[in-house]
């Protein structure tokens, strides 16, 4: 049980005095809160997964016509082996309906009770796994792709909006959940299909994921009293303040004479005073996801006994064993200054471009592009975990419901760019004869 040590000048029995009214604080050691815990560890872990398999199936999509039809076909006279579509298109469909959610959902989200979010969560998730499953086109795929994107984006947002109701150690089993979703998702795509079954029956194996998902929000977690469910208050922005558990470890917040209800310019400025976290975010993920999709597929050891697409999901798995690692380390260290991560982050995606350029990555071992693409995800995994934890603690307790859902935009605005450019870089090279 941690203690708090009162450094200010007054007694313990004004302390007292001050606190009366105010809801007693729970007990961290509770049963409940560690179900709380377990709930956020497996909301992050379901919510991403889908997200992660698609982009980790993301060969196979763009192959499937391939297969089926001979429309798509492998671009022989190219000193590459590339599919004629980028995988960065599968990116952009898994990634740009989550960008127009996060970028506009701030705004209106409040009004949406948070049982009918998750709901929508659950079925667009199994949706995904449907659609693209038994699609025998790619156009049709990718649409598998966004209701996936969607699935992932409206539930980031809700449910990191979510953790401003409990204590703020929540967001560090969310992350860790989020980076278990990469790891689990990419390892259990490649187990399936290492194992036998098909693109399509690995993915109606993955529909347990929603259902977990359901399990998870509606029966495991222990929601305080003033989470909005299933109502639809009138001018709801973030629940009553004082009954609102915060993210800080301090009992819940005393009356203030701010407005729970902030207004635009209020929301300016928290946007403001986030811009130091959010800026390098984005170049961390935009650097990350132009090397995941826009350079894997062209980083090609012909001379194995590893195919293309098993190179691919290899490298997609030691990516998400890095997050994974790293969105699970805050509890043992924290990192403030994100803008390092992107410098380096971006220093490796620079390397491997050149790499790509002039054919020299073929001449290093496999073991040693493993080590750098686990050193890539070691990064992005550590801004992500580092910039939202760096949030919860800083940000005033009326204000963090809407900081963490206006800063978790960094992440996918990096990812986009990435994707829009990733194509053209892959056409080029491609062209290369």
Known sequence: MERRINTGGSTDSEEEADDVGAPPEPQRES???????????????????????????????????????????????????????????????????????????????????????????????AASFLIVSFSAHVAVSLLGVIFASISSGLGEITFLSLTAFFYSDVVSYWSSGTGGAGILGALSYLGLTEAGLSPRDSLLVMLIIPALLLISYFVLLLPPSSLPRWKFPAGYSSADMSDQRPLLDEPSPRKTERSPHPTMADKWKIVKSLLKYMFPLSLVYFAEYFINQGLYELIYFPNIKMSHSEQYRWYQMLYQSGVFLSRSSVRCFKIRRIWILACIQSGIAIFLLVGVAYLFLPSLTLAGIFLIILFEGLLGGAAYVNTFNNIAVESKPEDQEFAMSVACVSDTLGISLSGAIAIPVHNYFCGLK
């Open 31 to 125: 049963h409940s809160h560690w179900r709380n815990l377990s709930a956020f560890w497996l909301l992050g872990l379901c919510n991403n997964f889908a997200y992660v398999v698609m982009l980790s199936a993301a060969h196979d999509i763009l192959r499937t016509e391939t297969n089926q039809t001979a429309t798509l076909n492998v671009t022989n006279s190219s000193r590459y082996d590339c599919n004629e579509i980028s995988t960065a298109a599968v990116l952009l469909a898994d990634i740009l309906p989550t960008l127009i959610i996060k970028f506009t959902a701030p705004f209106y989200i409040h009004q949406i009770p948070y049982n009918y979010r998750v709901s929508l969560c659950i079925l667009t998730a």
